[in-house]
Nanobody
Framework: VQLQASGGGLVQAGESLRLSCAAS????????VGWYRQAPGKQRTSVAT???????NYEDSVRGRFIISKDTAKNTVTLQMDSLKAEDTAVYYC???????????????????WGLGTLVTVSS
């Protein structure tokens, strides 16, 4: 499974960006998906996730400003980011878990992939 992320860039505080991540390869469906970010000198942290059962979680600082969505037909995950702040500056990574049903054992095979990351810079 390969992930292709896009949509990062340089914006001013208060503006919006939309990140998109497309999964390609051989699999049957998407499972858990999410966006993570890593600011300079800091560890990678979760921004927003959607579990396989549809539960959505947001990091406290982005709740109400960011919206994560999943398109199972297009195998894409999107992060709409509004009212951006300087502290949102980071490299954003998408993470997708896919499921492939083994045709012989009929057991699910899970695979997790990370996108390469897209830089979001918010100037104050």
């Amino acid at each position: 499974v390969q992930l292709q992320a896009s949509g990062g860039g340089l914006v001013q505080a208060g503006e919006s960006l939309r990140l998109s991540c497309a999964a390609s390869g051989t699999f049957d469906w998407l499972n858990d998906v999410g966006w993570y970010r890593q600011a300079p000198g800091k560890q990678r942290t979760s921004v927003a996730t959607i579990s396989a059962d549809g539960a959505i979680n947001y990091e406290d600082s982005v709740r109400g400003r960011f919206i994560i969505s999943k398109d199972t037909a297009k195998n894409t995950v999107t992060l709409q980011m509004d009212s951006l702040k300087a502290e949102d500056t980071a490299v954003y990574y998408c993470n997708i878990e896919t499921v492939t049903m083994d045709r012989k054992s009929f057991r699910p095979v899970l695979e997790t992939a990370w996108g390469l990351g897209t830089l979001v810079t918010v100037s104050s």
